[in-house]
């Protein structure tokens, strides 16, 4: 048995056009186009590789993109308050600052200043609680991208096992809010889980988002499992020659697709989808500010 690859990236560029659809509708009858602005501070070379691409994307289906690049000194006071001016904008429906952030600035600090209505990352405090209590919020990008994944696959989810391993703010916590209003028997394990391997192995839906490499064997994984793999980690690769790398998931790809009935690879799977919902979100955030109907599709 070789699992189906769930293709993450033709799925982004699915996604990214739904958006670009939206997008040019709403200029013509509305004569609006929607926002987005991300804040990076520092120097950190993923960082400035993640923005840059947000920035091509968020242009890319006819979005107004903002960037706001600042030194690795800038004050925590200088950046709330650049925050401040962006709830502010009008132009402005979506706000997201790149992390992590330099060590003297206190991120949570930084994420709740955002507008909620604007945190397209869905990382402010009352979005976290709107989600847990089953309330319209905004929803963090890569476990939204996961969902979406899942309802293509299978069409409802109910009444499926699911076994989300990692419980971080980011990505675990909220996938299994996610799949539990999608009416999924959840389980969340983690480094403290007894006997994990048999946790996993009871999966219909196995989502991995540990951050360690290849952590989930094939024989964690239930015959005919659908896997959803949110690592991407860097090991050595000195077959590539000395000092090279090559990308890796939370799951050891060669043996889990022996298992699986579907699964995502990496790179190429949950990855490409992280950024396509952040437009998604920064549409929703748009349509929401001007009371517009919110895009079908596009929202968990």
Known sequence: ?????????????EIRNK?????????????????????????DPASQVYVRNKGKQTVEVGMASFEHRLSEDTSQADLLALLDRL????????????????????????????????????????????????????VPCTPLGCLMM??????????????????????????????LRDSCTVTIAHSRTRDIAEVCRRADILVAAVG??????????????TVIDVG???????ERGADKYRLVGDVH?????????????????????????????TLTACCRANGLPEPEGLTA
């Open 212 to 225: 360690r490499p290849e952590m989930v064997t094939g024989d964690w994984v239930k015959p005919g499992a």
């Open 87 to 138: 709830n502010a904008d009008p132009e402005i429906h979506g706000i997201l600052v790149q992390l992590p952030l330099p060590s003297h600035i206190d991120s949570d600090l930084v994420i709740n200043r955002i507008d909620p209505s604007k945190d397209v990352d869905g990382f402010h405090i009352s979005n976290v609680g709107l989600l847990a209590t089953g309330q319209k919020a905004m």
């Open 150 to 179: 899942l309802r293509d696959r299978h069409g409802s989810l109910s009444g499926m096992n699911a076994v989300v391993v990692g419980r971080s703010n980011i990505v675990g916590k909220p996938m299994a809010q996610l799949l």
């Open 1 to 13: 048995m070789t699992a189906d690859i769930i293709d993450g990236k033709a799925f982004a560029a």
């Open 253 to 281: 790809f060669e043996s889990a697709v022996a298992a699986a009935g579907a699964i995502t690879p990496v790179p190429g799977g949950v990855g490409p989808m992280t950024i396509a919902c952040l437009l998604a979100n």
């Open 232 to 238: 991407i980690n860097r090991i050595p690769a000195p």
């Open 19 to 43: 958006v670009a659809g939206h997008v040019t509708r709403m200029q013509a009858d509305h004569d609006l186009v929607p926002g987005l602005a991300v804040v990076l501070v520092g120097e």
